[in-house]
C-alpha cells in the first residue's frame, strides 16, 4: 500500500487544521482523531507535528487558544481548544487556490508520464 510522504502533505497541515477550525473550536486530540477519520486513515498526523502547527499558525495570528472545561459540568481536566481568527480564514482561502495550483500542475506531469509507457 502506498503511503503519503509526509514531506507532501507537510505544507498541507495547516490547511487541514484550519478546515477543521472552521466548523467549530477544538482542541488537539479530537483534531488529529477527526485528520485521521476524513481521510480514511490514510493520513496519521503526528502529535508534534500538530502542536507544532498550533504553535505556529498561532504566532501568524492564524488561530487563538482558549482554555476551558471539557464537559459543561466542569468535571475532568481542563482542556487547551483552538479557534480560528479573520486572518486564518484569509490564510486558509490562500492555502486552497494554492493547491488547486499545485494540483493542476502536478497532474500535467502525471498525466504526460502515464501516456509516454
Known amino acids: 500500500m502506498v503511503e503519503i510522504s509526509s514531506d507532501v502533505i507537510r505544507g498541507y497541515n495547516d490547511t487541514m487544521i484550519l478546515s477543521i477550525l472552521m466548523k467549530a473550536?477544538?482542541?488537539g486530540y479530537e483534531i488529529s482523531k477527526q485528520i485521521r477519520s476524513i481521510s480514511d486513515e490514510k493520513y496519521v498526523i503526528k502529535e508534534t507535528t500538530l502542536y507544532s502547527?498550533?504553535?505556529?499558525?498561532?504566532?501568524?495570528?492564524?488561530?487563538?487558544?482558549?482554555?476551558?472545561?471539557?464537559?459543561?459540568?466542569?468535571?475532568?481536566?481542563?482542556?487547551t481548544y483552538y479557534r480560528i481568527t479573520e486572518a486564518g480564514l484569509a490564510y486558509y482561502k490562500e492555502k486552497c487556490e494554492e493547491w488547486d495550483?499545485?494540483?493542476?500542475?502536478?497532474?500535467?506531469?502525471?498525466?504526460?508520464?502515464?501516456?509516454?509507457?
Request: net charge neutral.
Open 101 to 117: 495550483l499545485t494540483k493542476e500542475v502536478v497532474e500535467r506531469f502525471i498525466d504526460a508520464g502515464a501516456t509516454q509507457s
Open 25 to 27: 473550536p477544538s482542541y
Open 53 to 79: 502547527a498550533f504553535t505556529r499558525m498561532e504566532k501568524n495570528g492564524y488561530i487563538e487558544s482558549f482554555t476551558a472545561d471539557p464537559d459543561p459540568e466542569g468535571k475532568g481536566k481542563k482542556r
